[in-house]
C-alpha cells in the first residue's frame, strides 16, 4: 500500500501540475460551481464576458445567480453553436476567432466552456483573455482532454497544456479539477445520448473506480484529483489575472 502511494506521488506526471491540484475534495467539478462562488463574495457589479458563447444561454445562467452582472458573449459567426441561436441579445459579438472586440481591462470575469479545443490558435486568444480582463479578474473555463472528436474539435489540453497557456499569457494559475470522465464521454458518443440508455453513458465509471483505489490505497485529495485530471474527459481550470500586471497587447 505504502510503495503505490509513493509511486504515485513520484510520477513525473504529477510533479508537472502538482501545485494546481487542489488538496480539499475530488470530486467532479462543474463551472457553475466557480461561478457561483465568485458572485456570491462580488458586491458590486460584475462584468462578465462569455468566450465562445454559441447560444447566448449562459446569460440567463448568470441572471440566475445575480441581477448586477452585465454580461457579453462572443463567439465566430460561423460555429454550430452559433448557428443555432435563436435569441437576439445586443451584447453578443462576433470576432476572427483571436481578436477580441474589447478594450484593455474590460471584465471582472472571463467564462469559456468547452471552446478553446475548438479555436485555430488557443494560445493567441488566451492572451486576449488576459488584455481584457481586469487585473484580478478571473478566467474560469473547462477544455476537453481524452474527448473524442466533436462539433469541429482540433485540439485536446492536457493538464499540463493549460498549466503552460496560462502561465505563457501571464495568469496566475490557480486550479485544475476533473469535469466528466472519459469512460462517459466515450459512452456517451457511442450511444448517441439514447435517452433509453441514459443510466448506462451518463456514469463517471473512471471515477467510480478511482474512487475506490483512492480508498484502498487511502490516498488523499491531491492524489485523487491528480488520477481523475489524468483519465478525464474534460478539464475545469481557475486562473487570476495578476494584480499590477501590464497589458500586453499584440493587436496589429
Known amino acids: 500500500m505504502r510503495k503505490f502511494k509513493d509511486k504515485i506521488r513520484s510520477l513525473e506526471a504529477l510533479e508537472a501540475i502538482r501545485d494546481y491540484l487542489p488538496n480539499d475534495h475530488s470530486n467532479r467539478q462543474s463551472l457553475n460551481t466557480y461561478i457561483q462562488q465568485f458572485l456570491s463574495q462580488s458586491t458590486d457589479s460584475v462584468t462578465v ?26 463567439d465566430i459567426e460561423d460555429s454550430p453553436e452559433a448557428r443555432k441561436r435563436t435569441r437576439e441579445h445586443e451584447s453578443i459579438l462576433t470576432y476572427d476567432g483571436v481578436n477580441l472586440p474589447y478594450s484593455n481591462n474590460t471584465f471582472d470575469l472571463i467564462y469559456c466552456n468547452q471552446v478553446l479545443e475548438h479555436v485555430r490558435s488557443p494560445d493567441a486568444l488566451i492572451a486576449e483573455a488576459f488584455r481584457t480582463l481586469k487585473p484580478n479578474g ?22 499540463y497544456g493549460i498549466v503552460r497557456v496560462c502561465s505563457d499569457a501571464g495568469f496566475a494559475l490557480e486550479e485544475i479539477r476533473p469535469g466528466p470522465d472519459a469512460s462517459l464521454l466515450i459512452n456517451r458518443q457511442l450511444l448517441n445520448r439514447s435517452k433509453i440508455l441514459r443510466l448506462v453513458w451518463n456514469k463517471n465509471y473512471l471515477h467510480m473506480m478511482l ?36 497589458n500586453h497587447d499584440h493587436r496589429a
Not at 54 to 67: C, E, H, K, P, Y
Not at 222 to 244: C, D, S, T
Request: aromatic content about 14%; some cysteine; hydrophobic content about 40%.
Open 49 to 74: 464576458l462569455d468566450l465562445g458563447c454559441g447560444d447566448g444561454n449562459s446569460a440567463d445562467l448568470f441572471q440566475r445567480i445575480t441581477n448586477k452582472v452585465t454580461w457579453h458573449g462572443v
Open 138 to 159: 478571473l478566467f474560469v473555463g473547462a477544455v476537453s482532454y481524452l474527448e473524442p472528436y466533436h462539433s469541429y474539435s482540433i485540439f485536446n489540453f492536457t493538464p
Open 211 to 246: 474512487d475506490l483505489i483512492g480508498s484502498l490505497f487511502r490516498l488523499g485529495c491531491r492524489e485523487r484529483n491528480f488520477l481523475k485530471v489524468q483519465f478525464a474527459g474534460h478539464l475545469v481550470f481557475l486562473a487570476r489575472r495578476p494584480a499590477n500586471t501590464p
